[in-house]
């Protein structure tokens, strides 16, 4: 039996779930988990809410209540859509509990004391209105790098790299449509550069991942630059150093903390079973694999980010350095992103009303049958389009018809002919018998 660790992409706290998301991360993620407890290994699967970042500040805003409050109320919702879809999670946590806190500041404190954190100072949009911090995602612009219109003041869909606000050509608030000013802040960076030639080769030691995903993971060290891992707001972790730790308008970026949520909720869901220690099963013995399931635009984290703060917590950089308390913690074993799906040709959309909620398809068909067209049909290599003639299409030829028509004459066999499953009596078998039984296990393989 191995020990086989299955760590899913965290949705954001700021609605209910759509059948593009669950393509994605959702579904695939739990058809692997009950394949390796069908085979008889000790699976852990973990996730959460993500529910810090200066958009829950905006959404909160909007709707004139609390952050806190918003979290909330999108923790519910969203566990509630993926529970229904019968996702089989051994914990579906939160960031904002006490101990992802504590361990996401354990990881920092460990990083900075190995030379990968550092303090300098960045660029950060203001609101000339309101005098504001603006947040990254609602600083829309053209793409230094692609030429791409729309791109975020943290990433570019197009191309999938990351960005900084100042950094887009004519950038315009999403909030206003106003110019933003940008001024000098002080930060801490996660030294990327110092890391980079570790998970470089930690990457071209990968066997076996989709060609797009590794292709692109390797492209991402083509330039690579410190990043700033704090932020000018008062929702989030605080930053544990002297004169921060206090600072109410200083908060580590949601990015930093999100990710390391795989290893707290680990850590929670240990304590809960009353063995404290269990965790390090899955993510100190090198012997166990660790697979990551996102959407593509997820990938430069996982790939790239999540990596080089382990390999800095680990003290494997080129500065050297020791693992904290947690480590040396197993490199992800690996990155599993599907791509998109998109709805009758169109890209979804909430706001746009380009949407089909897992809410709503699930009060209208089975929960086998979403899962089985997600499957089937889902984004898996390459972009998939939903289409309800397919959905219904593929349930009924092939669901129904094929597979469950298959099922439904063998257990009536069965029930004529024996009344029971029949018990193995190896006297009585024949070659054909022990051919049919073998090519049955080896499927498995």
């Not at 908060?251 to 990710?259: G, M, N, S």
Request: contains cysteine; negative net charge; charged residues 25%.
């Amino acid at each position: 039996m191995s020990h086989i660790l299955v760590n899913v992409a965290w949705p954001y706290a700021n609605g209910p779930r759509h059948i593009g998301h669950v393509a994605g991360f959702g579904v695939p993620s739990d058809v692997y988990a009950r394949y390796e407890r069908m085979k008889g290994n000790d699976v852990l699967m973990v996730s959460g809410t993500d529910e810090h970042g200066t958009p829950i500040l905006v959404e909160a805003d909007k709707e004139g209540v609390s952050a806190q409050e918003l979290a909330n109320r999108y923790n519910r919702v969203i566990t509630k859509d993926l529970c229904d879809l019968g996702l089989s999670y051994d914990l579906f946590t939160r960031t904002t509990t006490a101990n992802h806190e504590h361990v996401v500041q354990e990881m920092f404190r460990q990083c900075l004391k190995n030379g990968y954190i550092y303090k300098g100072t960045q660029k950060v949009a203001i609101s000339p209105s309101t005098g504001r911090t603006l947040p990254d995602r609602y600083i829309e612009g053209t793409c230094p790098l692609c030429g791409a219109d729309g791109a975020r003041g943290d990433q570019c869909d197009a191309c999938g790299n990351e960005l900084d606000p100042d950094e887009l050509i004519n950038p315009v608030s999403k909030i206003n449509g106003e110019t933003p000013r940008f001024e000098e802040t002080e930060h801490y960076f996660l030294d990327l550069p110092a890391l980079a030639d570790a998970n470089l080769n930690w990457l071209n030691s990968r066997d076996g991942w989709r060609t797009n995903v590794i292709n692109f993971s390797i492209g991402l060290f083509k330039e690579v630059k410190p990043r700033a891992i704090t932020r000018d707001i008062d929702w989030g972790i605080p930053v544990p150093v002297e004169g921060w730790v206090d600072n109410p308008n200083k908060r580590l970026y949601v990015w930093f903390d999100a990710v390391i949520g795989y290893l707290s909720a680990s850590i929670e869901w240990a304590r809960r079973q009353g063995k404290p220690d269990a965790w390090r099963d899955w993510w100190c013995d090198p012997k166990s694999p660790g697979y990551y399931f996102m959407g593509k635009d997820n990938i430069t984290f996982h790939s790239q980010i999540w990596p080089s703060e382990m390999l800095a917590y680990n003290g494997a950089g080129s500065k050297g350095g020791e693992s904290g308390v947690y480590g040396p913690l197993n490199m992800p074993e690996q990155v599993v992103a599907s791509e998109f799906m998109t709805m009758e040709g169109k890209k979804f959309s909430s706001s746009r009303g380009i949407v089909i909620y897992v809410k709503d398809i699930l009060a209208r068909y089975p929960v086998d049958a979403v899962r089985y067209y997600i499957s089937i049909a889902g984004p898996e290599n390459s972009d998939a389009d939903f289409t309800w003639a397919e959905f219904v299409r593929h349930n009924n030829e092939e669901l129904a018809a094929s597979w469950g028509n298959l099922v439904n004459r063998v257990a009536n066999l069965i029930h004529k002919n024996f009344g029971e499953i029949p018990a193995l009596d190896e006297n009585s078998m024949t070659d054909m018998d022990r051919a049919l039984l073998d090519q049955t296990s080896n499927a498995f393989e």
